[in-house]
Nanobody, 114 residues
Framework: VQLQASGGGLVHAGGSLRLSCAAS????????MAWYRQAPGKQRELVAS???????VYKDSVKGRFTISRDNVKRTLYLQMNGLKPEDTAAYYC?????????WGQGTQVTVSS
């Protein structure tokens, strides 16, 4: 399984970014997928998850600003981030599980300036 994340960058507060995670080596459409983030000195935390049935779950602090979506044909997971805040600054990782093992993308850095 390989997860290739992209789309991070430097934006001003209030700006937007769209992260992408291209997956290979798994039957993408049947797997739950998720975005996590980790800020310096902090634990990695769940930002949003997308179940194979279509339901989504969000961290409270990003509800109404972030949207997780997936394209099962392109085998790509997305995270649309609007209204970015400095506290959203972190490395963002896509994640999935397969046969009891966890897989992580390489991380893409999001930096929000105030």
């Amino acid at each position: 399984v390989q997860l290739q994340a992209s789309g991070g960058g430097l934006v001003h507060a209030g700006g937007s970014l769209r992260l992408s995670c291209a997956a290979s080596g798994l039957n993408f459409r049947i797997h739950d997928m998720a975005w996590y983030r980790q800020a310096p000195g902090k634990q990695r935390e769940l930002v949003a998850s997308s179940a194979n049935g279509g339901s989504s779950v969000y961290k409270d602090s990003v509800k109404g600003r972030f949207t997780i979506s997936r394209d099962n044909v392109k085998r790509t997971l997305y995270l649309q981030m609007n209204g970015l805040k400095p506290e959203d600054t972190a490395a963002y990782y896509c994640h999935t599980k397969l046969r009891g093992s966890e897989f992580w993308g390489q991380g893409t850095q999001v930096t929000v300036s105030s």
